[in-house]
């Protein structure tokens, strides 16, 4: 049997299969907050690019200790794989003791991607809660490469407090532009802290977009989104307009071993990004 | 140039009221504006007024002696601030400190409070506006309560 560093001189990944991780070595190891990092990553042999849509995901590999799914937080068009993640579970609070030149195994790209293209000549309302601003900065580099293909481009963020604003010069750039409004607001504030305070739903109605001409895309604690959802819906996008990333068990990443199944969906294959009609079902049913 | 009956009645908080009510409500209005830091009301104070805000962002606060002064929600543009004029006793509960450079429209709560005892529709319309802000405050704090972010999102 071939191992696994010999079949990545082929770095095809549906060449290999998409159950065997590639090795890729990490470039960059940066710290975004206390618990949550993001890692460059770049193939350990070969040099075609790692081609994904913005929204999929992919399993990662820490040897010795197991995989979890986490969302590319880079842009398709710009070099360079990303992910960014916080330190929760046994495999990511190993993965935050890697550093530069470490090894990791990446499988994938898996899933669907945000609807960057089918959101053209509408406006965009990006809703992102807490750690689900890794997953949408892809969609957002993508929207502004080609801003003027699309209406009014609004991210509202939410967070726990402001030491848990995630990529905080990227939000500075886009705050200061002139075609893109970002409303940050946090749980709770400290003194020092001039912003607003309170959920990030609260921050939907002050958006001021065209309900009838609206994609959203929401990422998110499932509560949030739901209620974020029900937010669109108040002021009158519909319900096919508004999508979201869900998250469930993914292991085999193809819709073949079962864990991630939600209801007669797999999130893995079908998901992870679904239009809000698509399961607005299924959110609520306990069972599954 | 625009009145303050015209700015009301352009506001959801006053949509469909009437046109005789909203008059009625416009003479109880005026106009105020607070420099940034400066507290537009302080908790146990009496409660006569309610500001719709048409500019800036205004702290709702409590304070703590360990962690001194504690923003539990912002208000901004086109929010309504303060509902404790019309529950007795008529305090305020919290502290309201204008963030930015703040202007709004003040309503005197306690003129609006003997009209609504005197003609009872004006106090079920204006009782069911404030009930809807209510129930979308009582929403955010409660999913604030949930602390959604601090486990894994």
Known sequence: MASVLEITTDTSPVSIGPMVPRPFVIKRFRKETDDTFTLELEPKEGRSPFAFGPG???????????????????????????????AVGTVTKAMAKLKKGDVV???????????????????????AGGIGLPPLRGAIYEILANRKD???????YGVRTPADILFKDELEQWRARFDMEVFITVDRAVAEWRGNVGVVTTLISKAGFDPHNTIAIVVGPEVMMRFT????????????????????????????????????????????????SQIKELLVKWEI | METLERILGQHPFFKNLGAEYLQLVTGCASNVRFEPDNFIFREGEEANQFYLIRE???????????RGHITVETLGEGDILGWS???????????????????????????????????????????????????????????????????RS
């Open chain 1, 150 to 156: 699309y209406g009014k481009v609004v991210l509202l």
């Open chain 1, 105 to 127: 195994g990446i499988r994938g790209p898996f899933g669907t991607t945000w609807p960057v293209k089918e959101a053209r000549s509408h406006d965009v309302v990006v809703v």
């Open chain 1, 56 to 86: 999929q995901f992919n399993m990662v590999y820490v040897y010795g200790v197991g995989e979890v799914p986490i969302s590319i937080s880079g842009s398709p068009s710009t070099p360079g794989l990303f992910h960014t993640t916080r």
């Open chain 2, 56 to 66: 800036g962002r205004v702290a709702l606060q409590a304070f703590s002696p360990e």
């Open chain 1, 229 to 276: 959802a029900l937010e669109f819906i108040k002021l009158g996008v519909k319900a096919d307009s508004i999508y979201m990333s869900m998250e469930r068990n993914m292991k085999c990443g193809i819709g073949l071993c079962g864990h991630c199944q939600f209801g007669p969906l797999f999130v893995c294959k079908d998901g992870p990004v679904f239009r809000y």
């Open chain 2, 85 to 151: 004029w019309l529950i007795p006793p008529y305090n305020w509960h919290f502290d309201a400190k204008a963030v930015d450079l703040t202007r709004a429209i003040a309503l005197d709560g306690k003129c609006l409070r003997r009209k609504c005892e005197e003609d009872h529709h004006l106090g079920y319309e204006l009782l069911k506006r404030f009930a809807h802000i209510m129930e979308q405050r009582l929403e955010s704090t409660r999913l604030q309560l949930l602390d959604l972010y601090g486990v």
